[in-house]
């Protein structure tokens, strides 16, 4: 899907273990930028240069450009402006 953020359009995956994820959302995965924590069930785990983010399922990973980011659920609701729920 995709949702506004400011004058910024980007690509959203609600973070979820029990439903395959949008091709981007694969390729980070195959990239090695995602994995899930093996200690924490249900725990997504974003490798970026300066440290690791972490998600829990019902939060939601962004990508505006090449940059991912992991946004909670509350904070997405305020912030984002869902505009295609494909």
Same mark, same amino acid.
């Given at each position: 899907?995709?949702?506004?953020?400011?004058?910024?359009?980007?690509?959203?995956?609600?973070?979820?273990?029990?439903?395959?994820?949008?091709?981007?959302?694969?390729?980070?995965?195959?990239?090695?930028? *995602?994995?899930?924590?093996?200690?924490?069930?249900?725990?997504?785990? *974003?490798?970026?240069?300066?440290?690791?983010?972490?998600?829990?399922?019902?939060?939601? *990973?962004?990508?505006?450009?090449?940059? *991912?980011?992991?946004?909670?659920?509350?904070?997405?609701?305020?912030?984002?402006?869902?505009?295609?729920?494909?």
């Amino acid at each position: 899907m995709q949702a506004k953020h400011g004058t910024q359009i980007v690509d959203v995956w609600q973070i979820s273990d029990d439903m395959t994820p949008a091709v981007w959302v694969q390729d980070a995965f195959k990239q090695g930028l *995602l994995h899930w924590d093996a200690r924490e069930e249900n725990t997504l785990m *974003l490798n970026a240069p300066w440290s690791v983010a972490i998600g829990a399922c019902g939060d939601f *990973l962004t990508r505006d450009g090449q940059e *991912l980011r992991i946004v909670n659920e509350n904070e997405f609701e305020k912030d984002y402006q869902v505009i295609d729920n494909q």
